[in-house]
């Protein structure tokens, strides 16, 4: 296994564990739920197969589905953002492309660009999570006020870590 594959397998167990024993209860105003463990998805080397994507987000979302009882919701959202990632990435490609082995982090690409790459896909995770988790749209306003306030938690809470994690060199 390369170094960056331990590197990764690392990362997912600490997301993992940060969402379970930290975030697990941390809730504001009862609406804003803050799913770190998607950065864990959004944060991989861009170039990486949609499929092998797939089943890493499967058994994340699995992981923390287990430790939710929330029968599959985590999962079912997990890796349907790991299933249009790369359609999403393909999408806004730059004018002179990604680097090799580039990844999709802030400080590899800036401020706007994660900005713009992430919060559609925290938004689908958030929007198909809660909606399944109110089974349909009987509670619409209640389910769409809580997407706004996670998504806003999330994506704060992602761009914070980045600013604050000490900058990698590449692998």
């Keep these: 296994m390369s170094r960056s594959g331990i590197i990764q397998f690392i990362l997912f167990f600490a997301y993992t564990l940060v969402q379970v024993l930290l975030l697990r209860n941390l809730v ?7 799913f770190l463990y998607i950065a864990f998805i959004l944060l991989l080397p861009i170039e990486i197969n949609t499929l092998v994507l797939m089943v890493v987000g499967f058994i994340l979302g699995f992981t923390i589905d287990i430790f939710y009882d929330s029968m599959g919701l ?3 959202a997990t890796v349907l953002v790991a ?21 999709a982090t802030l400080s590899a690409n800036g401020l706007q660009w994660f900005l713009v790459y992430s919060i559609p896909l925290i938004f689908l995770h958030h929007l198909f999570l809660f909606f399944i ?8 306003w209640y389910s769409m006020l ?14 914070l870590l980045q600013y604050l994690a000490p900058q990698r060199r590449r692998l």
Excluded: M
């Design 28 to 34: 504001l105003f009862n609406t804003a739920f803050c």
């Design 74 to 76: 985590h999962a079912f």
């Design 83 to 103: 299933y249009l990632r790369n359609y999403w990435l393909a999408t806004i490609t730059p004018q002179g492309g990604y680097d090799s082995n580039s990844t």
């Design 133 to 140: 988790e109110a089974s349909g749209f009987v509670l619409f």
């Design 146 to 159: 809580k997407i706004v306030a996670s998504l806003i938690f999330t994506t704060s809470v992602i761009v």
